[in-house]
């Protein structure tokens, strides 16, 4: 999906834009993801998702969330200190970029779509796809270039 | 309720502990207790709010103590009690007492990948105004029920503005107490970060809450 809306403009934009469908088009969704919003990482905003009151996740496209997500740590400080939490995880953002939270307190579930990685202007889809990793699509970290040893 | 599951905000938690490719359960147990949680909702005596305030109302101490699919399990058999579909004999005892039914469940085999796949969508399609519309400046309402809500407590009070209008969904604090589904309209709200937590946070950022018509008021 994520590699899809990096390679045709116009599924990136319909993911944006009526995300139920455009997921529905690659064959996802369903159960804990019947309403989903998709929030796009550039270089001057980057998106992070939460669930502060239990652990609100897009199970159709993520699966079931990792042990973090629903850990007390990140659900307390996602939204007070969002950036220190982000370095926990290894990412350090610029003081200019401008960090969105999106507690996701109703039935709507939030997926990032990341930010395409540098030198991967000649690589086809499925190549593309192998770089993304779940952590990228909560935001908690970036899809990291090839030759850099992947993000995951 | 202003229960510890409304964590947003707080300190002293510890460092977050990420997981690399860590499996999606790290006991057997954790997925029957999804299965099960997954298959007694079939029968349809609660609900998904109802489901998420049995879970808060675990006792502080016990919420913490435990892990999450533990509290999974606490809330359903809390559940399975007050619905009579289990005798704490037989809790106790770990087999049916004599003489009660078996019943086989609703959600079989060949049920789940339509559950799964079709989900269970929380939006309404009924005629409701809504109050408000994107663009305009709102304020969480500084209500504190003693039930279900889903606005955190970091929001209460707090001044924001209608990033968008996701249409017509159930209320979850009345859901959650069998009162009737409320339906009325969800909204994300725009806080700017300074807004919620002062001058500690970077000027550019923001948090964006989902918040149903009855928490929001004219800022």
Redesign the interface.
């Known amino acids: 999906m994520v590699a899809q809306a990096w390679s045709d403009p116009a599924y990136k934009q319909r993911l944006l834009t009526n995300p139920d469908a455009a997921i529905a088009e690659l064959g996802y969704g369903g159960l804990q993801g019947e309403h989903m919003v998709v929030v796009e990482n550039t270089a001057k905003v980057h998106n992070l998702v939460v669930c502060t009151l239990c652990s609100c996740y897009p199970w159709p496209v993520l699966g079931l969330p990792p042990v973090w997500y629903k850990s007390a740590a990140y659900r307390s400080r996602s939204v007070i200190d969002p950036r220190g939490v982000l370095r926990e995880f290894g990412l350090e953002l610029a003081a200019d970029v401008e960090v969105r939270v999106w507690d996701s307190t109703a039935e709507v579930r939030y997926l990032v779509l990341p930010e395409r990685p540098a030198s991967t202007e000649k690589m086809n889809e499925a190549e593309l796809a192998a770089l993304v990793t779940r952590d990228a699509m909560v935001g908690v970290a970036k899809v990291a270039p090839p030759r850099e040893g992947g993000s995951a | 309720m202003n229960g510890v ?7 002293g ?10 499996p ?1 359960f ?1 006991q057997k147990w954790e997925g029957r207790s ?1 299965a099960i949680t997954r298959a007694m909702g079939a029968w349809g005596k609660w609900n998904l709010d109802a489901t ?1 305030f049995q ?1 808060e109302q675990i006792a502080p101490v016990d919420y ?1 103590r435990i892990s ?1 699919y533990e509290r999974w399990i606490v809330a359903l058999v809390e559940l399975m009690l007050k619905n009579g579909m289990v005798a704490p004999s037989e809790l106790e005892s770990g087999v049916p007492d004599k003489g009660s039914a078996k019943q086989l469940p609703p959600l079989t085999t060949e049920r789940v990948p339509i ?9 309404r399609d009924v005629q409701v105004t809504a109050s408000f519309r994107v663009g305009q400046r709102v304020r969480a309402r500084n209500i504190n029920p003693v039930g279900h809500t ?3 407590r ?1 929001a209460r009070g707090r001044a924001g503005t209608v990033d968008r209008d ?1 249409g017509v ?1 159930l209320f ?1 604090d009345t859901n959650a107490l069998f009162l009737g589904e409320k339906p009325q309209h ?1 909204y ?1 709200v725009r806080f700017a ?1 300074r807004e ?2 002062g001058e500690q ?2 000027p ?9 018509d009855d928490y929001l008021e004219p800022a």
Do not use: C
Request: proline residues 9%.
């Open positions: 599951h409304d964590m947003g905000g707080m300190h938690m510890g460092p977050i502990q990420p997981e690399i490719n860590g999606v790290h999804f998420r879970r913490f999450y559950l799964v796949s079709k989900g269970v969508p929380a939006r889903r606005l955190p970091y996701h969904f979850p969800v994300t970060a919620l937590w946070a970077a550019q950022d923001s948090v964006y809450l989902d918040l149903w």
